[in-house]
């Protein structure tokens, strides 16, 4: 079980593009998933949390209108990099709570490249 | 906020060796205390966790101690094998849902 996947594994895209990257849970209903980037050799950057039915919450200096996110349903995340740059290009990574005791379990990636 | 510091940044140990890994953290309410291993280009692996209720956790060749009046937990892998060469990474939170990673630990276990 705790089985987290991501769509696509690895996209390239013209600047000025829209990117969604799909977060699912396959085997567990998950309230609450998570949105990290990773610089190479770096450790995760957490860019916000996702809740179902509600509105992401963002963390400090994550630019809320570039970086959409939609958790409209217990196993589906959406992050969406609207506009995209060079800049942004990085591995994005979801993860997932699985409660009962809690632990969170995170989905194989995405690298985004924007050239 | 919790702040994570862990060391070293760089491991290098022969097969068949121990290999410690040590975290310290600042908030003296962190609760849950994870360790994930991350293979070149792939996902977080959570390889073992420990809460605050229990000093240590073993798992096969892998456990974690904790000692909460420190505030630090290690990370021990006895009898390394090739296969466990990869990045691995503390984390820290009151609870699973709000994590602070540490820096990472790039472990290179050599034949």
């Known amino acids: 079980g705790a089985v987290v996947s991501q769509h696509p594994s690895w996209v390239i895209c013209k600047s000025g593009t829209s990117v969604k990257i799909e977060c699912r849970s396959l085997?567990?209903?998950?309230?609450?998933m998570f949105w990290y980037r990773q610089f190479p050799k770096q450790s995760l950057m957490l860019m916000a949390t996702s809740n179902e039915g509600s509105k992401a919450t963002y963390e400090q200096g994550v630019e809320k209108d570039k970086f959409l996110i939609n958790h409209a349903s217990l196993t589906l995340s959406t992050l969406t990099v609207t506009s995209a740059h060079p800049e942004d290009s990085s591995f994005y990574i979801c993860?997932?709570?699985?409660?009962?005791?809690?632990?969170?379990?995170f989905g194989p990636g995405t690298r985004l490249t924007v050239l | 906020g919790e702040n994570v510091e862990q060391h070293p940044s760089t491991l290098s140990v022969q097969e068949g060796d121990s290999a410690v890994i040590k975290c310290t953290y600042s908030?003296?309410?962190?609760?849950?205390f994870p360790w994930y291993k991350q293979e070149l280009g792939k996902r977080p692996q959570l390889i073992i966790d420990i809460r605050s209720n229990v000093g240590e956790k073993k798992d096969q060749r892998i456990a974690v101690t904790l000692n909460k009046t420190a505030k630090h937990f290690s990370l021990h892998i006895t009898e390394t094998q090739p296969e466990d060469s990869a990045v691995y990474f503390c984390?820290?939170?009151?609870?699973?849902?709000?994590?602070?990673f540490g820096t990472g630990t790039r472990l290179q276990v050599t034949l």
């Open positions: 984390a820290s939170g009151r609870t699973a849902s709000k994590l602070t």
């Open positions: 993860s997932a709570i699985l409660a009962g005791p809690e632990q969170q379990f």
């Open positions: 085997d567990f209903q998950a309230t609450t």
């Open positions: 908030d003296s309410a962190s609760n849950y």
